[in-house]
């Protein structure tokens, strides 16, 4: 079902669900909520940031945060979610998992990127990671018949 420490509340594989590019969106304290790319990996939501959002400071106020992924398709009748919750974490940002953030979304070609990504991974030395390990991890199957 998924590498998580603490039992899961899911009827689908949420590792494999966590795996697609899709946008989560993360709710901090203010109340703020705004969409982001993540990538799940080790347990945990890793979003890259920098100077240029205030997501990083609003982590540093008040670390708890809780996200949502979901998809809703109304052609088929997919509708599935996924929510956690906990305190998140700054961290160093590191290249390579930069790279594997960045190319399940825009592709394994760099060259291709457009520049402000490119400029995140070998540029900017503001960029960041806010790490979710979450202390909660629930997946919901609401699909039904077309």
């Not at 709710?27 to 990083?56: C, H, K, M, Q």
């Not at 052609?75 to 790279?99: C, H, K, M, N, Y």
């Amino acid at each position: 079902m998924t590498g998580f420490d603490s039992p899961v509340d899911s009827p689908f594989d949420v590792d494999e669900f966590l795996a697609q590019p899709l946008t989560a969106r993360v709710a901090t304290a203010g109340p703020t909520v705004r969409p982001t790319w993540y990538l799940w990996e080790d347990n945990a939501f890793w979003i890259l940031s920098g100077a240029w959002s205030r997501l990083p400071g609003r982590i540093l106020a008040t670390p708890r945060i809780a996200l949502t992924v979901d998809v809703c398709d109304v052609t088929t009748g997919l509708v599935r979610q996924v929510g956690a919750s906990g305190d998140a974490e700054i961290r160093p940002f590191d290249v390579p998992r930069g790279r594997r953030k960045l190319a399940r979304y825009l592709g394994p070609d760099e060259r291709r990127w457009d520049p402000r990504f490119r400029g995140y991974l070998h540029e900017d030395d503001r960029t960041v990671w806010v790490r979710l390990a979450p202390a909660s991890l629930r997946g919901h199957d609401l699909s039904y018949r077309v």
